[in-house]
């Protein structure tokens, strides 16, 4: 997932992640500067320098990109939106908002603020290029690349095609004219996804144009926009069908209960095989303590089962992650998808009154969809 990654560090609040396609990306764009442009540009530079400017302008541009979804989540946040982190990657960066915005005028401010910034970011650096003499040419150098490459990523990223800046300034637009979100999406995921196909046929003729390189980049970078533009739009088309259903609409309440001292053993052979259920709630004297399921016990020696009982197994109460019956689907959605787990306990007034697995969520999608509901 590209919201996994090493974290190194926090601004306003925010935890930010390098994914592991970002040292990738990293070295290539170093590579790139210390071999061609800076020796191009600056033939009088010895290796080493070549190499310092290139190291230093990398860790600035990707500084810029954070510094554009940094924008984006500052935004986000004034809008009440949560966000749980920024992650930098292969293709740039990415903010992990806690939810979609409700209202097209929050679409826009929120998609429209990151070019901006880069654009910002663009003149300041050119303006320092241009306008203050007397500093180093090294200084100016990194200057100039820098200014030019934030506005290319400005214009990349306001490109109408989503999930890009400007695919989302589309929607938020349509959705505003016309109050149908899943039309919009629609329309600017295609759009999205036109984008793409172009970038793969013109790289796929730069490629046996003799340009290799940039006709492989541009064509990784087509097949990326052509599926995060369809993936956007099932995540809308599957958050329109479950809006305004709630979990007590799907949960089952016939959850059984096991004790904290039965043993995995004995739960594997009286309950999980007999009954074919995943997961228990573990009670003592009406409290629950916490939940097992074969997640749990998978995790645990097949030798160990009969020596170590539900408490020692269990993931404890305080630590699962909880939806209540008022809560909507699209809630479990979320969590589902963002934790990767199958199942979550629905809990009211500090009690497990039953269970909402993915399996039921994926049969209530599938069967509206047949309905066309």
Known sequence: MLTEGISFGRAF????????????VFVLIVWSLAIGYFPAAYPHWDRVTSILASVITSLLFFGSVMAHELMHSIVARQAGIPIHSITLFLFGGVSQMAEEPRQPQVEFRIAIAGPLTSLTLGGIFLAIWFWLTGIPEFVMAICFWLGWINIVLAGFNLIPGFPLDGGRVLRSLLWWRSGDLRRATRIASNAGRGIGYLFIILGIVLIFTGNLINGLWLAFIGWFLENAAAASYRQVALQDILRGHKVRELMTQDCPIVPPELTV????????????????PVVEHDRVLGLITIHDIKSL???QWSSKTVRETMTPFANLKTVGPDDDLTTVLRILTEKNINQLPVVKNGKVIGMVARDNLLAFIHIHTELGT
């Not at 609040?13 to 990738?24: D, Q």
């Not at 594997?268 to 009954?275: A, E, F, K, R, Y």
């Open 301 to 303: 020696p097949r030798q």
């Open 265 to 280: 053993q004995k739960l594997v052979n009286d309950q999980i095989l007999t009954s074919g259920r995943r997961c228990f």
């Open 13 to 24: 609040g925010i935890p930010l992640k390098l994914h592991y396609s970002w040292f990738i």
